[in-house]
């Protein structure tokens, strides 16, 4: 998942009015699929001219936030996943304003990785660290969840925290990047998630604890598994 000027091409390009423009198009339907929808039916919803609701369609279409089909005789439009990921930004800072405490609860599907969790973690940079920081070493591999839906306006709200800091270093004439670590429990298990500093932002969560989780848990692919997590 790329961060939000990734999406529309610099911070602050993405106006207010836009996420107006793109609600008012989500709660007709046009989160998940196209939906007909007239510059004049548009612009009475949105209290603005046929004109300015036109302009609008322009605007959102330009920074790829949504797509819109022009095959049938009526105007169908669809936010995109870069308009998705707009909006679950501005839930996430709703959230944070109105909802998010101390502790967050965030669900996510299990996946299989590709090893480099096992190759990071055998690493003495970071196992110093883990131990000092976090009370134990953990076991050589992480367990990756994939989030979806709302869940993943509390994976952005985690990015924006500043978590206990994992520091960089270098080893074997290569450089290890920085990381941020919250803790957590999942079923009672002391763990913690792990975020790189110097990555896009992804829809994984990797989770590092002493103990095997696929194992203890009986984790396979496409089990939901919840984090509880202290920010």
Excluded at 137 to 149: A, D, I, M, Q, R
């Amino acid at each position: 998942m790329k961060r939000l000027w990734d999406v529309v091409g610099m911070p602050g390009a993405l106006k207010p009015y836009h996420i107006d423009t793109l609600k008012h198009i989500a709660l007709r339907g046009g989160a998940k699929d196209f939906v007909s929808m007239s510059s004049r039916e548009f612009g009475e919803a949105l209290g603005v001219s046929q004109q300015s609701a036109s302009q609008r369609i322009l605007e959102l279409l330009n920074e790829g936030l949504i797509q819109r089909d022009l095959a049938t005789r009526r105007q169908r439009v669809k936010i995109s996943a870069k308009g998705l990921e707009a909006l679950q930004r501005e839930y996430a800072d709703y959230l944070r304003i109105f909802e998010t405490r101390d502790r967050m609860a965030i669900t996510g599907k299990a996946m299989s990785g590709l090893g480099e969790g096992a190759f990071y973690m055998k690493q003495k940079g970071y196992k110093d660290q883990f131990r000092r920081k976090l009370g134990f070493e953990p076991y050589e591999g992480t367990l990756n969840l994939k989030v979806s839906g709302a869940d993943l306006s509390k994976l952005m709200i985690l990015h924006g925290e500043r978590g206990t800091p994992i520091d960089g270093f270098e080893a074997g004439g290569r450089t290890f990047g920085g990381a941020k670590v919250f803790k957590a429990r999942l079923k009672g298990v002391d763990c913690a998630v792990i975020l790189p500093i110097r990555t896009h932002h992804t829809d994984v969560l990797e989770v590092i604890s002493k103990e095997f989780l696929r194992a203890k848990f009986n984790i396979v692919d496409g089990d939901a598994v919840e984090l509880h997590m202290d920010l």
